[in-house]
């Protein structure tokens, strides 16, 4: 069974608006001086809604498309841009892996959610993983950091942020 089937057809409406919402409200934001980096965020989050929309509009009866997966890979490949950009100009923090952590995750998803009982070996804890399982611990990333997020944000992206984090809730609720 492919793992798309367990998430109900229109909660990808949803995951559209949140993404979508959050790359204006972003782009929004810093208006006034925008930069490469902060479009690539924007654009991060447009790609990802892309990808929510080509799944609410497609049948994945067959698996997921090559759109879905491209458009996947590169809105959090974006993200990752960004946040690199991050580190290099404030320095690591924890959080920052965090999320790093989180989008490769999500790249991960977005390349081998086909195949739900396929397993990773990670060498250093010689225990296999299933893709559910990888997939949970993502979700489970992205909710705490997106939540985070809400809660030391104050401006007009702390909405879209929290819609962001219920789209990672959702998935956790219909993985789990």
């Known amino acids: 069974m492919n793992t ?8 990808f409406i949803y995951n559209v608006i949140s993404h979508l919402s959050l790359a204006i409200a972003f782009q929004y934001l810093h208006r006034q001086k925008i930069n490469l980096f902060d479009a690539i965020y924007s654009l991060g989050h447009f790609w990802i ?41 404030s320095g690591p923090s924890f959080w920052d892996a965090w999320f790093l952590l989180g989008q490769c995750g999500m790249i991960y998803f977005y390349l081998y959610n086909q ?11 010689m225990e296999q993983f299933t893709n559910r399982r990888v997939f949970l611990i993502t979700f489970y990333l992205l909710f705490i950091y997106y939540l ?10 702390t909405i879209p942020l929290l819609l962001v984090t219920g789209v990672y809730f959702s998935f956790i609720y219909n993985y789990s």
């Not at 798309?4 to 909660?11: E, N, R, V």
């Not at 929309?53 to 490949?77: C, D, N």
């Not at 195949?115 to 804890?125: K, S």
């Not at 997020?149 to 401006?155: E, I, S």
């Open 148 to 157: 985070r997020k809400v809660l030391t944000t104050h401006n007009i992206t």
């Open 49 to 89: 809604s892309m990808a929510q929309f080509t799944l609410f509009t497609s049948s994945f009866k067959a698996g997921i498309s090559p759109f879905v997966s491209a458009f996947g890979v590169l809105g959090h490949s974006s993200l990752i841009t960004y946040c690199l950009k991050q580190i290099s100009t």
């Open 115 to 125: 195949a739900e009982n396929d397993t990773m070996q990670i060498p250093i804890m």
């Open 4 to 11: 798309l089937d367990i998430i109900h057809h229109y909660l």
